[in-house]
């Protein structure tokens, strides 16, 4: 089968053929319909100083996906051959004290998907089945395999508590996930979405999605911090969603945030420890802060197939490619382009998937 | 000043001439821009038998209204004369339990507007500063006065905790209430809106609000429950707003909510105690129910404010009547109607005000 | 193997000599070190009409237990030859929409361990992996086998929130979960716990375990709301735990609720529908109830894991019979004796075991 | 009457005589029991920078009371003369968003008695009834007066969710606050405690208020990190709450806590901004940081008065010293020893009051 895979330590993938991956006894087979580009992807395929540490080669790349599982092991009691799904990249240690306790998405012991084993930029791969999640049949490829990113708009834009609606929120960065995450808000409720971010193009898709306010974090001319205070009675808004974890985005951040509201911590800090005001942006503040890895399994899961499947949230202004597999390198090209041309890029083992998706986006 | 008042212990109410009201030192007086009639009114009206126990004659009906302020007591503090207001009609006790602990809206020593004290029905009343809520200027007084019903809805909707984004839900009930909760629902992320009604009308007000599915609680032919179940994997919903106590209500209630769900006991049983499927309903099911009453003071009127001020919520399709102050009897007899022939009736004092709600509406 | 089964259609039960059971690829086979009598257990042994319904014939009793694992299936990976483990009995379905979502102590395709399949009143016991739970060696068997129903106890207290320290609550009923409900009470922060129970022996129990005020439920001189309201500044409890699902305790427990205040329903109503004063008892209430089955896997099985390994609980009082597995007559006959004469009687299928535990016990 | 009062821009107070301060219509006028001295007392004794630009002079000191109301403002509904009453701190402003939102304790124009006003170091203080909260009379007056720093130990150990019991915790620090935390995460059923400070004397008050665990913050050979991680099966603890807001203690803080667990921010930062382990600490580790200022009004007070009337909660070893009021300058001395060697210390305006309670402290 074809598959993209890291072959060298060094900068790309390549487009190879290899060997049908075989299963276990709690694995599935699945045949891929499309599968997506995340940032994660990038980095490996840059090989930056992360991936040449936890990355070993030969190694498939590619974690977002929905495909059609052809084979269960011997031992699979949820899933079925024929079923429609989309995997979890979370494959979390069962014996983890947070698998017990039911928070499966962080572990001491968890591994990743297309991270610390073979991924989906293939035409089939392989899956434990308790990561595996039954797509309702009604939503396409080119949505199901965004779930992964989608979910974690969703648990950032939720947070522990799912307290949203009715409130106001400042979501920072541009990103594809910070985009689904300006969808996610705006449907649950969220009355004034103020979106910061650097790129004209991300900044007009985050208007589709439903971004109120558009404020450039790069244009030294606009007061962020005041205009939000401006517009929320001088209080500030209730949720503050960090997707880019930049100095400037850690520091403003933290000034948008009325007394005692909460702010999810979803971007990675460039370089950590790094300067928080912990006093006046924390402990003064009476803020909570929630620090969002992953998904939650499967509760996330739930929520954005009600979400896709009743057709109240449209993701497809943020995907913005659709290529065959083979293309991969167009892709990633796109993906590094900057500024951003790109938001979300959807891969197709099979062209008539690809066929298929492009008349479904005309529409 | 002219106002509508329970003159004598017998059913209907007079439009008769008082004098303007005085306010104590802790008191507000506002002129009515617009006020609304509420199940409770029509229960005063009729005399029932709660009526005839807990009102005493003559009082001044009504308690949902928005107004401006034109007197304040002195010794308020966060009210200003000139300020555009609606009220909680809850008046609380400082020293309940409950209100020491942040539980404004019940208290064994509450008093409640237009029940308790003189209403607003009138071109002028009084209310208690600590329960004066300030209007955002940009919500007209015909959508600011249903504020009060509209919190119950946006309580009820969210519950406790507010988790309702990405769910499925179950609305029973059609009167003004429920149809302001189908539409609070849906902006906050319900994905299936399952709503259980009698009246026409009223469908169709619940339709245009929002709601997915129309199921008639009056229709032999239908298998409510079974319907619920057939479009929820066969689970059933995540959460249950009962808004009819009807014994088919609590009955199909429990039966349409799914293991581990929420149910919320907004609506009063005509007949209490009653029966209960305890063990399957509550214990087996590991159901949370919700008792509501009133609004979370100030947390839902802040949500409120935000859905109608954004623009989010349009309540507008749930006003079916706007009538001068005068005119309070035709309101009232709308309001009697059965079949309902009616929703949200709004009076207003001022024939200015009348005309410039109906100017809006047209749009 | 010894085995206490249920032969025939009728009351009682009888020690047998079996084949030792076979475990499939998921399982693990256990040697028992102690087992405890539950209340479902003397529901199938009185052989009631829910037993008659739900039991098939012939079957080994018994769910409540430790032990060591002697063999697991090929396909196990959490637990280990050796390990000393109890059992979670809700026997989940990983495909239930409860269990995608973390709840997965309830659910529509959940089977009970020596319920719906043979149980652990024997030398050696069958149980799937997912439900295995690891316990601290420290605990002692007599302990470690009565986690089951001391996790009911500590879910039924916690409730869904898990807020009580500082916390006032009426515990109703004296059957060994009330007892252990009370010692989690006090141990988490309740400073005043009022018991109201039937029988001496277990209202000394109730003592021991730390509850602060006694009352009896079948004394007629005694008015216990008004105890409660007078003890409580008049408001009532800020929870209620309901064990026991008489319509007194259904009528006086919401009674002695604060408004505001948290009931958990945990108490089968030996009829169901049954009346509820659903007006006053929880929609005027604004109160929440908590509908409880089973305990959180394994949320509650770490939380007392840590409250025995601690020494912060001590649940000896709870604990008035040791018997060998031979003796379970007498332990059955003990449990049916009213007025109750005995809280938690515990077998043992290795008289080592029992010498052990007798020893432990003395001091 | 006496008081103790700043009188000029430097170290030191003098204890003057001054006229009886004279109450507003929503004051209560109230004769000091019993008052205590907070760190913040001292910052304001030394004249540090912060009291410099904070502190307008003369000014009397102190916040932390118990006393008996000897005269109420004209407005005041709930005190009356003759409520023996304690004193929330935070006067909030009930204009800004946080009080509507009911998160009284934070706010943009809040104001602190005994900083922006005159406090309770003298025989008479006033503050506003809003604040005022009535004591148990059984709670004698040293223990009523440290209600406040009681109340951020409380709400610091509770945190937002209230979720303890069954848990592992961490607390860094020894001052008072400290050292009262210990007693209610104590009984509020936290199983192993953690105790990180410095000082001999208040270490072994930690262990009397049930530290599990001592371990020393300036001692090179112990390695805390490890030495929780082995206690806690190597995941670390649930909940860690910092009360020191050193470097060190903000390095290691974020270490022992396990993955999805809660650290509660509440000592502050010598300097902030300040480094923080952003992506480990909390992005990755999934954390929950609760940021905690002052107490929850008053739901922190229901609980303290609850935990104190009781029994539950004994504070005793944490009050080292008692003098006269005229000895405050014995107390401040004390308070700035280093190493330390006292707790909490309570100030007695009346000869008698401390007399008093030499006799309960020696029992």
Same mark, same amino acid.
């Given at each position: 089968?074809?598959?993209?895979?890291?072959?060298?330590?060094?900068?790309?993938?390549?487009? =190879?053929?290899?060997?049908?991956?075989?299963?276990?006894?709690?694995?599935?087979? /699945?045949?891929?319909?499309?599968?997506?580009?995340?940032?994660? *992807? /990038?980095?490996?395929?840059?090989?930056?100083?992360?991936?040449?540490?936890?990355?070993?080669?030969?190694?498939?790349?590619?974690?977002?996906?929905?495909?059609?599982?052809?084979?269960?092991?011997?031992?699979?009691?949820?899933?079925?051959?024929? *079923?429609?799904?989309?995997?979890?990249?979370?494959?979390?240690?069962?014996?983890?004290?947070?698998?017990?306790?039911?928070? @499966?998405?962080?572990?001491?012991?968890?591994?990743?998907?297309?991270?610390?084993?073979?991924?989906?930029?293939?035409?089939?791969? =392989?899956?434990?089945?308790?990561?595996?999640?039954?797509?309702?049949?009604?939503?396409?490829?080119?949505?199901?395999?965004?779930?992964?990113?989608?979910?974690?708009?969703?648990?950032?834009?939720?947070?522990?508590?799912?307290?949203?609606?009715?409130?106001?929120?400042?979501?920072?960065? +541009?990103?594809?996930?910070?985009?689904?995450?300006?969808? /996610?808000?705006?449907?649950?409720?969220?009355?004034?979405?103020?979106?910061?971010?650097?790129?004209?193009?991300?900044?007009?898709?985050?208007?589709?999605?439903?971004?109120?306010?558009?404020?450039?974090?790069?244009?030294? +001319?606009?007061?962020?911090?005041?205009?939000?205070? *401006?517009?929320?009675?001088?209080?500030?808004?209730?949720?503050?969603? +960090?997707?880019?974890?930049?100095?400037?985005?850690?520091?403003?951040?933290?000034?948008?945030?009325?007394?005692?509201?909460?702010?999810?911590?979803?971007?990675?800090?460039?370089?950590?420890?790094?300067?928080? *005001?912990?006093?006046?942006?924390?402990?003064?503040?009476?803020?909570?802060?929630?620090?969002?890895?992953?998904?939650?399994? @499967?509760?996330?899961?739930?929520?954005?197939?009600? @979400?896709?499947?009743?057709?109240?949230?449209?993701?497809?202004?943020?995907?913005?490619?659709?290529?065959? %597999?083979?293309?991969?390198?167009?892709?990633?090209?796109?993906?590094?382009?900057?500024?951003?041309?790109?938001?979300?890029?959807? %891969?197709?083992? +099979?062209?008539?998937?690809?066929?298929?998706?492009?008349?479904?986006?005309?529409?």
């Amino acid at each position: 089968m074809k598959a993209v895979r890291k072959m060298k330590s060094e900068l790309g993938a390549e487009l =190879v053929t290899v060997d049908k991956p075989k299963i276990g006894s709690d694995d599935i087979l /699945v045949k891929v319909k499309a599968t997506s580009i995340c940032g994660t *992807d /990038v980095h490996i395929y840059k090989w930056d100083e992360w991936s040449q540490n936890r990355i070993k080669v030969p190694q498939t790349l590619g974690h977002e996906v929905a495909g059609e599982v052809v084979e269960v092991g011997e031992h699979c009691k949820r899933i079925k051959v024929g *079923d429609y799904i989309s995997a979890e990249t979370h494959i979390y240690d069962p014996g983890d004290l947070t698998a017990l306790l039911g928070q @499966f998405h962080i572990g001491e012991n968890m591994k990743i998907l297309g991270v610390d084993c073979d991924g989906a930029f293939a035409e089939y791969f =392989v899956v434990p089945e308790i990561v595996a999640w039954v797509n309702e049949k009604s939503i396409p490829p080119e949505f199901a395999t965004v779930q992964e990113p989608l979910g974690n708009a969703t648990y950032a834009v939720l947070g522990e508590d799912c307290d949203v609606a009715g409130k106001r929120m400042v979501i920072i960065g +541009d990103g594809p996930i910070a985009l689904f995450a300006i969808g /996610v808000a705006k449907v649950s409720g969220i009355t004034a979405l103020f979106h910061i971010g650097k790129y004209d193009l991300n900044m007009e898709i985050g208007k589709k999605m439903g971004s109120d306010y558009q404020l450039y974090a790069n244009k030294e +001319d606009i007061k962020r911090v005041e205009f939000i205070k *401006d517009h929320t009675d001088g209080f500030g808004v209730d949720i503050v969603l +960090d997707m880019a974890g930049s100095p400037q985005a850690l520091d403003e951040g933290f000034k948008m945030l009325r007394k005692g509201g909460r702010f999810t911590a979803f971007g990675v800090a460039a370089k950590s420890p790094c300067l928080i *005001d912990y006093n006046n942006g924390i402990v003064f503040k009476g803020a909570q802060i929630h620090g969002i890895s992953g998904r939650k399994i @499967f509760d996330t899961w739930y929520r954005n197939r009600n @979400f896709l499947a009743s057709g109240l949230l449209d993701i497809s202004p943020v995907i913005t490619h659709l290529f065959s %597999l083979e293309d991969y390198e167009k892709g990633f090209n796109e993906m590094m382009t900057r500024p951003r041309k790109s938001a979300k890029i959807i %891969l197709f083992p +099979d062209e008539k998937e690809l066929e298929q998706a492009k008349q479904r986006m005309k529409k």
